[in-house]
């Protein structure tokens, strides 16, 4: 039986591959408006919430000022609902003009001189998910005009015939390669497509001049999203493994779960921090999808940790797996570029023991649970350093295996292993 390594270079052997820009080696850091703003285009009664410039401006400030864009995040994602419902007499797409009277270009360059990037959204599809004008049949104009408006980062969702990704997707990164500007490429084409990666035609995907992509279903504000992308990452991740990579033999790619709900109230700290956890050792983007003027002490110190983010942003890019199949507690892990590993320890228990009589109502919460890992089934002998990325702070050497003690409900202890010479 062919490997799926094998079976991803069969692929992609014999299509062009878009070279990746050097600032997307590894996974994308920033923000996103859409898990929070949505299409709110009601500025007259919500004018700090609606998609306009000034929530984008708002939110740029808040990221140079607010600490993230120190600790790596650095781009500012619009979602869709920022067009004006029609294109121009010349077919160029234009912004909302009442909502972004400056003009999209006047936004960029406001934050680039804050030392942002600018991402901004459009479909391969006559309109996009929220009924707006998209790119389908346009695709040079728009590269162009978005070029000229100095996006760095393009997210291209469907909202439209699957038929017409295969055409249209290509047709998009010719486009943006034809306008010289270096502009990455993200594209939602994956997550159009079902739940089995193994039969999406990453050939074509990858040959489009994708330089990520989304997979799956979209994050919803609740723990029952994150860990249906969890289990479906960890069932898939063998084979996803194979098509992400900083620099493999066709370019640089990544496996985007979609945005971190950290910092919004409907997940709990542990919950934020399980997130945090796997989104780096899974190699994703870190985009987040909250609210930078609102969020917590506690939710910036998941966030900030300079340590995860180092996970996250190892050069290797090799992407971490769940060891064996989906169970109540789980051990997730990433080989680094230094030799190092990345472990995360998750207890992910739903189960509950107690009463069952009918009506009552379990308490919120669960079991805390002991997690072991053995040191030989990801890798690694001898004795092992043991480091807890949450508290950055050594915890001791160990030799075959190593136990987090009471890892909370919902939560992963996190760590990184430094084999001993």
């Known amino acids: 039986m062919l490997s799926a390594r094998l079976i991803v270079l069969l692929f992609v052997g014999s299509v062009s591959s878009y070279k990746m820009n050097p600032s997307t080696n590894v996974p994308p850091m920033g923000w996103m408006s859409w898990e929070i703003f949505r299409c709110d285009i009601d500025c007259s009664t919500d004018p700090t919430n609606c998609i306009s410039e000034n929530l984008y401006k708002a939110q740029t400030d808040a990221m140079a000022t607010g600490g993230f864009l120190a600790a790596g995040y650095n781009s500012i994602h619009m979602d869709d609902c920022w067009m004006q419902t029609q294109r121009t007499p010349n077919g160029t797409l234009v912004a909302d003009p009442k909502r972004f009277p ?67 997707y290509p047709k998009m990164g010719a486009a943006l390669r034809a306008t010289g500007r270096e502009i990455v490429y993200s594209c939602s084409w994956p997550a159009y497509l079902g739940d089995n990666e193994t039969q999406k035609p990453w050939g074509q995907i990858i040959g489009s001049g994708c330089n990520l992509w989304r997979n799956w279903l979209d994050i919803q504000c609740n723990s029952d999203s994150l860990f249906g992308i969890i289990n479906h990452w960890g069932d898939y991740g063998a084979f996803m493994q194979t098509i992400a990579a900083p620099n493999g033999t066709y370019g640089g790619h990544f496996n985007d779960p979609d945005q971190l709900l950290i910092g919004n109230t409907c997940i709990t700290d542990d919950e934020a921090r399980t997130q945090m956890a796997i989104w780096s050792i899974i190699a994703a983007p870190l985009i987040m999808g909250n609210d930078m003027r609102n969020v917590s002490a506690t939710s910036k110190a998941i966030l900030f940790n300079k340590e995860a983010i180092a996970v996250n942003q190892d050069p290797l890019g090799r992407q971490g797996l769940r060891l064996g199949p989906q169970n109540t507690t789980e051990v997730w892990y990433r080989q680094l570029a230094n030799g190092d590993v990345a472990v995360g320890l998750l207890n992910k228990d739903s189960s509950y023991v107690g009463y069952n009589k009918p009506g009552f109502v379990p308490p919120s919460g669960g079991p805390s649970a002991n997690i072991t ?24 050497v160990f030799t075959g295996s190593f136990t987090a003690v009471n890892v909370p409900w919902h939560g992963t202890a996190f760590y990184r292993f430094t084999p001993k010479a």
């Open 102 to 168: 400056s003009g999209m270009q006047a936004l960029g360059d406001y934050m680039h001189a804050r030392g942002v990037l600018f991402a901004l959204y459009t479909a391969e599809s006559t309109t996009t998910c929220a009924g707006y004008p998209a790119s389908k049949g346009y695709e040079s104009v728009d590269a162009n005009t978005f070029a000229a408006w100095g996006v760095d980062y393009l997210k291209v969702d469907g909202c439209g015939d699957n038929d017409y990704y295969p055409t249209g």
């Open 373 to 396: 890992v053995a040191f030989n089934s990801i890798g690694l002998s001898g004795s092992v350093k043991v480091r807890d990325i949450w508290a950055q702070a050594d915890v001791g």
